[in-house]
């Protein structure tokens, strides 16, 4: 893949400045990582040409590649400095991923979908991110083995929030999770304070199903 790099560089500057910054997106870290991660490598290949607009995409299987926006407002919630141990639930494209992984110390994904999991992991693998754990399954029961975790993301939505979930979020970790119906759900931010669950709602949104044990029926 001998492509200059620089129109995709410039691609993504606009997409900052565009889709998040002028959107009231201010940390400056997750930022710098979107402006980095080299968004087109997570698409299926025809689409690359829209890898930087302001809309999700489809990756396969029913499934999409958040609207880079949603992705950064997501991160930004979480407000990682660096040091955390993260675990995402939908790996998808990998995309997110990958930019959890310069943000965090220690990444541990879950995907259900076997292709997109292969797929994602073939994507980060070339990029050079070593700190990523991979698992198949179902991620509404968590990753109890690695547990707590100081944040957690779900990229799919929920009908509830999944208690096992909950359950391996540390002390002072944030959860962020989409929660409403089928069609549209809430972003909300969990945090776990002096053992308490404190919850606020960032905004409405609209993400595909989480599918498992403690989220939405197969089908
Ligand atoms: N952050 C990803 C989002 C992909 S869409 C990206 O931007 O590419 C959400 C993903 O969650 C889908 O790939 C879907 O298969 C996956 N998913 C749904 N339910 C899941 C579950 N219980 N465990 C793990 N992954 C799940």
């Not at 490598?41 to 299987?61: C, K, N, S, T, W």
């Not at 675990?87 to 965090?104: K, N, P």
């Not at 809430?186 to 403690?214: D, N, P, S």
Request: some cysteine.
């Amino acid at each position: 893949m001998n492509e200059p790099t620089a129109p995709w560089l410039a691609q993504r500057a606009e997409m900052v400045r565009a889709q998040l910054r002028a959107r009231g997106l201010r940390n400056e870290r997750v930022l710098a990582a979107c402006a980095e991660v080299p968004r087109h490598l997570f698409v299926p290949e025809p689409l690359r040409p829209q890898a930087y607009e302001d809309h999700p995409l489809p990756i396969g299987l029913d499934q999409t590649i958040s609207q880079p926006y949603m992705v950064a407002l997501m991160l930004e919630c979480l407000e990682p400095t660096g040091r955390e141990r993260v675990l995402e639930i939908g790996t998808g494209s990998g995309y997110q991923t990958a930019l959890l992984a310069r943000l965090c110390r220690e990444v541990y994904t879950i995907e259900r979908l076997t292709p997109l999991a292969e797929d994602a992991r073939r994507a980060l693998e070339g990029l050079g991110y070593a700190n990523v754990h991979y698992r198949i399954g179902d991620g509404t029961l968590g990753w109890p083995e690695a547990a707590p975790f100081d944040g957690i993301v779900v990229s799919a939505g929920a009908p509830e929030e999944p208690p096992s979930l909950l359950a391996q979020l540390a002390e002072g970790g944030r959860m962020v999770i989409p929660v409403g119906d089928r069609w549209a759900q809430r972003l909300l931010v969990i945090q776990r304070r002096k053992g308490e669950l404190h919850r606020r709602t960032e905004t409405a949104c609209v993400f595909v199903k989480l599918i498992g044990r403690e989220g939405w029926p197969e089908g």
